[in-house]
């Protein structure tokens, strides 16, 4: 179980922007005193304007001089968060992407759809010049809207890095790295370990969403089951990227978008 450290914050500034998939979705800037986090770990936060307000996991996309920024979705339930309003935050939660792999020497490739691309933001900016590519799983005739979209967000470096892929089968043919990097829903992630060769079950790191209630490992909310461990696993403690060969698909049925 992990350690909770809760603190009174607030939300500095905000902007709004379109994301990939067409959808609205905010960007905040949460006041924090700790640059100690890495792309891929995450953090609790609720808000104090209403007399119920259940805590929400935001993914950590990257440092500022005050704090950090976070990525709302249109359809999270705190999109009306406002500039200057106050909250509760504890963290920092879960584990970067890939900890563990030595990245300075590594190259790795990408895949999501629209929507999860967001998830992947906060990796791709800080290591964007080790990425063989970005495979979008999407419509093949959007692709140089996808790529205009990848530009203005990472830079036209990563935009002539982008491809379009209609079935995430193909996935594992075209991307050549040293590891991998995925956001999927349910079902595209069927269709990706369709095709995927088995070396690089180990070597791809999948988002898996599910639904965290305290982000500690204490109410069990979010444990999945795992090849290996009885009694399943925290994803608010070893999440929320984690070996697409080490989860059971079948007896999880819930990823994706509870983190944006």
């Not at 179980?1 to 902007?15: A, F, Q, R, T």
Request: glycine share 10%.
């Amino acid at each position: 179980m992990g350690k909770i450290n809760v603190k009174d914050s607030c939300i500095l500034s905000k902007c709004e922007e379109i994301g990939l998939d067409g959808k609205k979705w905010k960007q905040l800037e949460i006041a924090w005193d700790d640059e100690s986090f890495e792309p891929g770990q995450f953090l609790m936060a609720a808000g104090k304007k209403m007399a119920v307000n259940w805590p929400k996991p935001f993914l950590l996309q990257e440092k500022t001089e005050r704090g950090f920024h976070i990525l709302i979705q249109e359809e999270n339930p705190c999109f009306d968060w406002d500039e200057g309003d106050p909250l509760t935050v504890w963290g920092i939660c879960g584990k970067e992407i890939a900890e563990g792999v030595e990245k300075r020497d590594k190259t790795f490739a990408a895949v999501a759809d629209p929507a999860g691309m967001l998830l992947l933001l906060p990796f791709l900016r800080r290591y964007g010049e080790m990425c063989t590519g970005i495979y979008i799983a999407g419509d093949r005739n959007k692709e140089n809207e996808y790529k205009t979209w990848i530009s203005g967000a990472l830079g036209k470096h990563l935009e002539e890095r982008c491809r379009c892929i209609e079935n995430c089968e193909t996935f594992g043919e075209a991307a050549k790295a040293d590891y991998y990097v995925a956001a999927l829903p349910l079902e595209k992630i069927g269709q990706l370990k369709k095709g995927l060769p088995q070396w690089m079950e180990e070597k791809l790191w999948i988002f898996t969403g599910v639904k965290v209630g305290c982000g500690i490992g204490a109410c069990r909310g979010c444990y999945i089951h795992v090849e290996g461990e009885k009694h399943g696993i925290p994803v608010c403690q070893e999440g929320p990227f984690l070996p697409i060969g080490k989860i059971r698909y079948k007896q999880d049925q819930n990823f994706l978008m509870h983190f944006v």
